[in-house]
Structures are given as C-alpha cells and as structure tokens.
C-alpha cells in the first residue's frame, strides 16, 4: 500500500480521504484501492493525515475507526488499558470532569510522547525491543531523572485543570450572584 499524501496546488499537503462504504469496506481515495483496517494502523503509525468518512452521508467517521483499531489491539493479547482504568474511563463520561479528563489525558499522552522521541534521539534511533531494554538499564539515572520531569509535567497539567475548575466554578457563581 503506498502511503503518499496527496499534494495540493502549490505545494501544500491535503488529509488523506477514506470512504467507508456500507459494507463496511474503506475506500482510500488518495490510492484508488480499498484498505484494511491494519493499513489504515499504518497510516496512524506513519503519522499520516487523513480522515475516513461516510460515502453516502460524508460523515466524519475518523474516531469510530481510531477507537476500532484500539479494540483490535487491546484484544490481540498485550493491552495497555486494565479493565480498572477502563471502568474509571467510563465513569467519567456524563460526569461534570469529562471535559477536563479528556484535556488531562491528551496532555500527559503529548507529554509522553515526547519524553519517548527524546529518548529515541539520545539511543541514536534504537527501536528494536531488546535494544530499548538495554538502552534503559544502562541509562538508569538518566531516565529517573526524564521520568521525574515527565511526573512533574503530568502533576503540572493536573494543577492547571484544577485551577481552571476554580476559576469557572468562581465565573458560574458570580453569574449567578453568589460569591465565594
């Protein structure tokens, strides 16, 4: 499967489009050729812009897919969500913090992420699984001191959506004539 990203007039790169037809088929319009659910993984991998939406009612069904992949994932033997955190995901859906866990979470993922790519740059691009063991056990100082500013940033992030409670918790009661 190619993975090219289609470019626009002038240079610039347009999102990648996948139709999902009734048949629950994905049709990618940048290859002219269906694709399967582990290709569009691969577009993930690849960090490739694209979107998948409904043929007939263009509809944007991009989250449906992401969240499909995830299943196929935390079904395939090695998940990273135990069904406690699972739960407690759910828990907060129609709860009054829902926005905000959603905001914490992207954060801390973005934060994650990150302390993975500066690790990449400093192994000299190790990726292979038992080079990246080898890399943390010789690298032990090192990562306690990353994964103390990654804990500080994720406390940072907390303390943040906390204050922003407050403040709108304040704002709500100030429009409706209470102080605090």
């Known amino acids: ?17 996948i139709k999902k037809y009734p048949n629950r088929r994905l049709y990618d319009t940048d290859t002219s050729s269906y694709i399967t ?4 993984k691969a577009l993930v991998m ?3 812009p694209f ?3 409904d043929a007939k009612t263009n509809e944007d069904l991009t989250r449906s897919i992401l969240l499909q992949i995830i299943l ?9 969500f135990t069904e406690q955190v699972l739960a407690n995901i759910i828990r907060f859906y129609g709860h009054s913090m829902q ?6 979470l992207e954060k801390n993922i973005q934060i994650f992420m990150d302390l993975q790519h500066k690790m990449a740059e400093q192994s000299g691009g190790a990726i292979n699984p038992e080079a ?9 100082p ?18 943040q959506m906390q204050e922003q409670m407050q403040k709108n918790s304040e704002q709500m009661l100030a429009a409706l004539g209470l102080k605090r």
């Open 1 to 17: 499967m190619a993975t090219k990203t289609k470019t626009e007039p002038g240079g610039a790169r347009g999102v990648r489009v």
């Open 37 to 40: 659910l582990a290709e569009v």
């Open 46 to 48: 690849d960090s490739e």
């Open 51 to 53: 979107v998948v939406r």
């Open 72 to 80: 196929e994932e935390e079904s395939a033997g090695a998940p990273i």
């Open 99 to 104: 926005g905000f866990m959603g905001a914490y």
């Open 132 to 140: 990246w063991q080898q890399f943390m056990n010789m690298q032990s």
């Open 142 to 159: 090192m990562m306690q001191g990353m994964m103390g500013t990654y804990l500080e940033q994720s406390r940072t992030a907390f303390t």
